[in-house]
DNA sequence: AACCCGGGGGG
DNA sequence: CCCCCAGGGTT
């Protein structure tokens, strides 16, 4: 088939995409890469894929590590579920496969955060395995080539291009294959730009032919975003401030944080202190304002969030339920969001 | 099927 | 400001 072929050949002449997890053979080396490289580009993933090798060279090491260490080194990458997943699949092969990472699709599909992208990146570059992937990459490749309007974020869309792929895998050359189409996604057909001129398929490329190129892939949701508030008090007690861990499947899971008070709108601080939400959790507390942090803005995918740091220093031991005392030279040893990060990170506000 | 989840880079 | 990124889990 020409397009097998000739991004087979493209290949082989072209290629020099260089990453530490490409060509190699370790499962556990090629899952924790396509781990971190979900959501995320090969730049932003590579040092702290290097600092997880580093730091757990075997799936035994990763599995045996406590979980605040492995949610620290996670700390900035973002989609923190996936640290929380990773761990878990870590300890599931330790225990259900013995250590030995499991070696079919449906086996390796079956782990922890690991879904039909995962697994067939897996099951093809360390065993070979006639399994497509299908990535963003692949699916604006095959958009663009075949001239398909199918949105690529329906469950149709899903279907037709994994079919498609799947028939265009060659037999034998999973792995080699799997890896073209994705640098050439990622260096040749780029969301913008892409490099037409130069393009070994474009001579049967129907949206080139059609003028559809940056049309295509099509995406039907429309991303909403949500404005948020948050209001973080950082309540000192004799060099100890109060941080708890989130909970639940809302933005952040299992990371720490100080008090927190959200509101829908933006308030001034004033108006935070009288604040029934304010007044319930600092009734019994004795505090003086030692600070104001500047507003801190987020954007994120799917929300902005504002924040502003009220740093309050407590004259007698406060009683604050479902938050611990921790020293803050002791801080570093918990995984904070980025926002937090940035304030405990900016010594020129002269806070601690 | 719809919705949720971070952070960074480029135009 | 927008979009995209080697996607997956939950409801």
């Known amino acids: 088939m ?10 082989h002449q072209h290629n020099s995409r ?5 060509g190699i053979k370790d499962p556990y080396r090629i899952w924790l890469s396509e781990i971190i490289l979900q ?12 600092r997880f090798i580093t730091t757990y060279p075997t799936i035994q090491d990763l599995a045996a590590a406590p979980d605040e260490a492995v949610f620290r080194l996670w700390q900035g990458l973002g989609y923190y579920a996936r640290c929380k997943n990773m761990l878990a699949a870590a300890r599931q092969v330790v225990q259900s496969y013995q250590g030995r990472f499991p070696d079919t699709y449906e086996a390796i599909q079956s782990l922890k955060g690991v879904g039909p992208y995962t697994a067939a990146a897996i099951a ?6 006639h399994h497509a992937v299908l990535d963003g990459n692949v699916f604006r490749v095959l958009s663009r080539y075949f001239g398909i309007d199918t949105p690529v974020d329906s469950t149709a869309g899903k279907k037709e291009f994994a079919a498609l792929a799947q028939e265009l895998l060659p037999a034998g050359q999973s792995a080699v294959y799997n890896q073209s189409i994705m640098d050439f996604g990622a260096s040749i057909c780029k969301p913008q730009q892409p490099l037409c001129p130069q393009c070994p398929l474009s001579k049967k490329c129907v949206a080139l032919r059609q003028q559809i190129v940056a049309l295509l892939p099509v995406k039907s949701k429309k991303l909403v975003i949500k404005k948020r508030y948050f209001y973080y008090i950082v309540l000192d007690y004799k060099g100890q401030v109060f941080i708890r861990k989130r909970t639940g499947n809302d933005i952040w899971q299992n990371l720490h944080e100080f008090i927190l008070l959200e509101t829908p709108s933006p308030i001034t601080v004033q108006e935070l ?4 939400g304010f007044k319930a959790l600092l009734q ?8 104001i942090s500047p507003a801190f803005k987020q954007q994120l ?3 902005t969030i504002h924040s502003q740091f009220l740093l309050l220093s407590a004259a007698k031991k406060p ?4 938050y611990m005392a921790v020293p803050i030279n002791r801080l570093n040893n918990y995984a904070f969001p980025k926002t937090i990060t940035d304030f405990l990170e900016n010594k020129s506000l002269g806070l601690f």
Do not use: C
């Not at 260089?18 to 490409?22: L, R």
């Not at 093809?124 to 395995?129: P, Q, R, T, V």
């Not at 507390?285 to 600070?291: A, D, E, I, L």
């Not at 009683?319 to 479902?322: D, P, Q, R, V």
């Open 2 to 11: 020409f397009f097998t072929t000739q991004l087979l050949e493209w290949n």
């Open 18 to 22: 260089t990453m530490p997890w490409k």
């Open 39 to 50: 959501q995320t580009r090969v730049e932003q993933g590579q040092p702290y894929y290097e």
């Open 124 to 129: 093809s570059f360390a065993f070979n395995s």
């Open 273 to 276: 202190q009288a604040s029934s």
């Open 284 to 291: 019994d507390v004795f505090y003086t304002v030692q600070g």
């Open 301 to 303: 995918t799917h929300q």
């Open 319 to 322: 009683a604050i339920t479902n």
